[in-house]
């Protein structure tokens, strides 16, 4: 008992270390997205791609809507550096009425919203997905009026996530995905024999309470306790500057919703199974995203956060440059590698049941496209955030404007030639443009300090030992295919992947190690102090505290 005393204490203490904290909730994220992938092959191998996904993955567009444009990054954005500031310049009690004020506000405005779109949701549905008839058009009716409690949910967890951010309490903030998924995956289990496809949408409700229930207990745990303030909650000077930051987030945010819309508009009208297949692609591209891009750029926004209010900007450029480094030093070798072995993933993740031949080729076909985009949807997480602990969320909204035009024209003009891929090939295209146009224009803001040197030269480096790891890769899915032959069982795809997976990333970290890579020597010293616990030299990261 004491031991688990003490196991919980440590949970609750503050993380230091940039690539520690990264390293907290990228293990986080890897249970998260095993389950992630459990539950997505659960969909698959029961549904197929076919109306039943297809419904699904539909629903939740107007809950994710509302959630996205009302909370998602919008309000960690804004919350956690006016948090930070408030408690730095007013004191511990000043920075919970900010939250129980925020809190206040936000239930209020999701609440109305959340009632307008489930009275309105047949319509909306008619606009959203006019392919979508009968049968179809109801089940997608069903589950997203049940889903659209999620984010009234969510937006009350996303308040006590941005303060276990700001606290940096990466652990607990980094497990509530998992009981994300826990929810869903107990709804398909146990939910679909009791009340049919409709225990999807139960299932993302359950989801929903316990992520909540984890971080309100969190920020508890903290110091919190809601000072009811109803009726002058609006009145607050904090809690309008937090609103006037989160306003041009949240339409960059409605970017982002309006691809997901388009995307779901364009695949109604596509053959069965075209939003399922994209959406799985979706999810599994999403796995090294997650656990690199967001991880990093998570961990080191508090600090970043802190620089910016110290107008610190030479340390503000060294940690976004080295942050920079080490995101592509992970996602560029998982780019290639989800490039050569996409068929092998898809077929291991997603294949059996209903998932049939012909959904593994088109969703693998998909997964390539936008494996090309990993490094620029990892960066946009970081570059943005980067504007946003300068105070400035209208930069990522133009940002992202221009990048939504092209992914607009994009699908207008390729999908009537491509199908499928011209939706991976739009949101592929857009997300590098988003990416190209924030690193450009951080340039600017930074000049005074920018050192290009420190940012290209080690990232070609890194591209270089990646693309020789994946050519090993090639070479070694090739030789498997010709010598252990039939590649038709679970097993012996898995033993293909997994061999052709640690030759690859054997050859990167030689390639690394011969090219003198900053980021696998501090990787190295990184394991031996923080895993071997061997006394090593100071780290460069723990100097940004």
């Avoid at 009425?97 to 489930?118: G, K, W």
């Avoid at 450009?440 to 940012?455: A, D, I």
Wanted: include cysteine; hydrophobic fraction near 55%.
């Amino acid at each position: 008992m004491q031991r688990w005393k003490l196991f919980v204490e440590r949970c609750y203490q503050p993380i230091q270390s940039v690539m520690f904290s990264a390293a907290v909730i990228g293990v986080a994220g890897i249970l998260s997205r095993l389950l992630g992938l459990f539950r997505d092959r659960l969909l698959a191998s029961s549904f197929g791609a076919g109306d039943t996904l297809d419904a699904y993955y539909a629903a939740f567009r107007i809950p994710d809507t509302i959630y996205g444009l009302l909370i998602a990054g919008a309000l960690s954005a804004a919350l956690v550096p006016v948090f930070i500031q408030t408690r730095t310049e007013k004191g511990e009690s000043a920075s919970w009425r900010l939250v129980s004020d925020f809190l206040t506000i936000l239930v209020e405005s999701i609440f109305v919203i959340t009632l307008l779109a489930f009275l309105f949701s047949p319509v909306i549905l008619n606009y959203l997905v006019p392919g979508f008839v009968g049968e179809k058009r109801e089940l997608t009716l069903e589950l997203t009026r049940i889903m659209l409690l999620s984010p009234l949910i969510f937006g009350m967890s996303a308040v006590f996530g941005g303060v276990l951010i700001a606290q940096k309490q990466f652990f607990v903030y980094s497990l509530a995905p998992l009981l994300y998924n826990v929810g869903i995956i107990f709804g398909i289990l146990f939910g679909i024999p009791l009340f049919g496809v409709s225990a999807l949408g139960y299932g993302v409700l359950l989801g929903s309470s316990l992520h909540f229930l984890l971080q309100w207990r969190a920020a508890a745990r903290l110091g919190y306790h809601f000072q009811s303030r109803i009726f002058s909650a609006w009145k607050d000077k904090l809690v309008r500057q937090v609103i006037w930051l989160m306003i041009p987030r949240s339409l960059g945010m409605a970017m982002s919703q309006v691809s997901l819309l388009l995307i779901a508009y364009f695949a109604s009208s596509l053959p069965s199974g075209s939003l399922a297949e994209f959406s799985l692609a979706i999810n599994l591209q999403a796995v090294p995203l997650g656990l690199f891009g967001v991880a990093f750029s998570l961990a080191v926004f508090p600090t970043l956060s802190r620089y910016a209010a110290e107008q610190d900007l030479t340390d503000f450029f060294s940690l976004l440059a080295s942050t920079t480094r080490r995101i592509l030093f992970f996602v560029l070798p998982m780019t290639v590698l989800f490039i050569v072995l996409r068929a092998q993933i898809v077929r291991i993740v997603l294949g059996g049941g209903y998932f049939n031949w012909e959904d593994t080729i088109l969703t693998y076909k998909v997964l390539g496209i936008l494996s090309l985009s990993l490094f620029a949807q990892s960066l946009v997480q970081l570059f943005s955030r980067a504007f946003f602990a300068l105070h400035n969320t209208r930069t990522p909204l133009f940002v992202a404007v221009v990048s939504e035009v092209v992914q607009i024209i994009l699908l207008i003009t390729l999908v009537p030639r491509l199908g499928l891929l011209a939706l991976a090939a739009a949101f592929a295209i857009s997300s590098v443009v988003n990416c190209v146009l924030l690193y450009w224009l951080l340039r600017r803001r930074l000049s005074s300090v920018w050192q290009e040197r420190l940012v290209l030269v080690p990232t070609a480096k890194i591209l270089i030992a990646s693309l020789g790891a994946g050519i090993v890769a090639q070479l070694t899915k090739t030789w498997f295919g010709l010598n252990l032959s039939p590649l038709d069982t679970f097993v012996s795809v898995f033993f293909q992947a997994s061999i052709t997976t640690l030759t690859a990333l054997s050859i990167f970290l030689i390639l690394s190690q011969l090219m003198h890579i900053e980021e696998f020597e501090y990787l190295k010293k990184f394991i031996q102090k923080k895993v071997l616990n061997q006394p090593t030299t100071l780290m460069p990261d723990e100097t940004h505290g």
